[in-house]
């Protein structure tokens, strides 16, 4: 995977991830209690659900391994990610037809979202370990999304909702001009608005 980065994505070894300032970051690590964490799923659903950290791990986990990438041109390669499939959390909260769109929001206030298919695309996961061990609350933990192919921002750390919408939302990054679709293959990294803009 190291030989074939996509274009303007430059390697950084992985001990560098707990140094690197993002600017997106709203308020750093906010410390979520496992005791009082939750993980709702709501939205265009037949099944809204509230799972609390021991519902969330009775659910079967899937591993997968994946590069990084940040827009902003670094990427950390074999991230070995483990945790629970969106595709299966879908099974249970069972959108209906009219969602097309997937909101995800955080404990932090950070917001993201996708178009339904890439969401409930098989490699998509709530990770809440990385590289064998307990994902950290610097980098998400106790449970964030993982969306390989995207750019990170799409990655939303510390997950606390998920809503399934007819239309789309648009999140922290995208409001200011980063791309909603954000392929990493395609180099899609801003909007249409904001590549005339500057
Ligand atoms: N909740 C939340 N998720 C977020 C962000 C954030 O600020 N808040 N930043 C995004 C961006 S821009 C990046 S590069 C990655 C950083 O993840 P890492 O710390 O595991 O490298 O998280 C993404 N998810
Ligand atoms: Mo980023």
Redesign the pocket.
């Known amino acids: 995977m190291t030989s074939s980065l996509p274009n303007g994505q430059r390697e950084i070894a992985r001990i560098l991830?707990?140094n690197?300032d993002?600017?997106?970051?709203?308020e750093k690590n906010?410390a979520v209690d496992l005791a009082k964490w939750t993980l709702e799923i709501d939205g265009e659903v037949e099944n809204p659900i509230k799972l609390t950290w021991s519902d969330f791990r009775r659910l079967s986990a899937s591993d997968c391994v994946a590069d990084?990438h940040?827009?902003?041109g670094?990427s950390?390669t074999g991230c070995k990610w483990r945790g629970v499939k969106l595709t299966e959390l879908a099974g249970i909260v069972q959108p209906k037809a009219k969602a097309k769109y997937v909101s995800?929001s955080?404990?932090?206030?950070?917001?993201?979202s996708l178009g339904l298919a890439e969401a409930l695309q098989e490699h998509v996961l709530l990770a809440f370990e990385?590289n064998g061990q307990p994902l950290d609350e610097?980098?998400?933990g106790p449970v964030?999304?993982v969306v390989p192919d995207k750019?990170?921002?799409?990655?939303?750390?510390?997950?606390k909702r998920i809503v399934f919408t007819e239309t789309r939302e648009l999140g922290?990054?995208e409001k200011k001009g980063y791309s909603q679709t954000a392929d990493v293959w395609k180099n899609d990294r801003f909007a249409q608005w904001r590549k005339r803009r500057f």
């Open positions: 991830r707990w690197i993002h600017p997106g970051i709203i906010p990084f940040c827009v902003e670094w950390i995800f955080c404990y932090d206030g950070y917001t993201t990385l610097a980098l998400g964030r999304v750019y990170a921002y799409k990655s939303a750390m510390w997950i922290y990054w």
